[in-house]
């Protein structure tokens, strides 16, 4: 089956500018999730969908980044300014999940290495 | 808050030697509990999960894992590693009732020496 698809790969950018990222999750998969992997820890969860609705967004900072899954398929993640802070790989990862269980297999994405200057 | 405390950074081993990554987790109620891998220049994948039943699972490649709930750990072990298992290694848990939110380790790098 085909994986989870992410672009771009790599991105640089300078501080202050603006910074987008897709994922398309895995067909038929419900729940989709954002990670944010700081060099030297591990992925930490921004924001979570279940379909196109918000399940969990406690750790992202909402004064900077957005996400959005509209028809509950694919998402863009963005960043606006982004910060020295934000340098990470941003992981996309899918579950099929109908129902959110705790116990389902995430998939992920290859995820967009992003370098702020 | 959840939190998971995995105790060696880099790990260096020969080919054949025995493996034991270990991974603490601070939660008092139910949970279910995964080791991922990355191999270089690949995405995470699963290698195994625990979720209930018999606290020794075992997951692809040989790895197995050990769920001890009284010292709230979940040790991976291997009994003889191939240079093939190079890779970072994550140790996850989410609690029950969650919906699949995973609280991540800081990871462990294994290099094997062929």
């Known amino acids: 089956e085909a994986g989870v698809a992410q672009s771009p790969r790599y991105k640089i950018i300078e501080k202050r500018q603006s910074v987008a990222f897709w994922c398309n999750p895995i067909s038929g998969h419900a729940t989709l999730y954002w990670y944010q992997q700081i060099l030297g820890q591990g992925p930490k969860l921004l924001i979570q969908f279940q379909n196109n609705g918000v399940v969990d967004d406690s750790q992202l900072p909402k004064d900077r980044f957005s996400a959005e899954r509209l028809k509950g398929v694919d998402s863009t993640l963005k960043i606006q300014p982004a910060k020295l802070e934000d340098s990470a790989v941003y992981l996309c990862?899918?579950?099929?999940?109908?129902?959110?269980?705790?116990?389902?297999?995430?998939?992920f994405g290859s995820g967009t290495q992003l370098s702020v200057l | 808050a959840q939190s998971v405390s995995q105790h060696n950074h880099h790990v260096i081993l020969s080919e054949a030697a025995s493996l034991e990554l270990g991974c603490n987790y601070s939660y008092g109620g139910t949970v279910n509990l995964f080791w991922y891998v990355q191999y270089p220049g690949q995405h995470l994948q699963l290698l195994l999960k625990?979720?209930?039943?018999?606290?020794l699972v075992k997951g692809i490649k040989g790895f197995e894992a050990e769920f001890i709930k009284s010292k709230f750990s979940f040790n991976l072990r291997k009994p003889s590693v191939q240079w093939s298992d190079t890779a970072e290694y994550f140790c996850?848990?989410?609690?029950?009732?969650?919906?699949?939110?995973?609280?991540f380790g800081q990871g462990t790098t294994l290099q094997v020496k062929p």
């Open positions: 990862a899918s579950s099929f999940n109908p129902r959110g269980l705790a116990n389902e297999k995430l998939f």
């Open positions: 996850a848990v989410n609690a029950y009732g969650n919906t699949g939110k995973l609280i």
């Open positions: 625990y979720f209930s039943g018999d606290p």
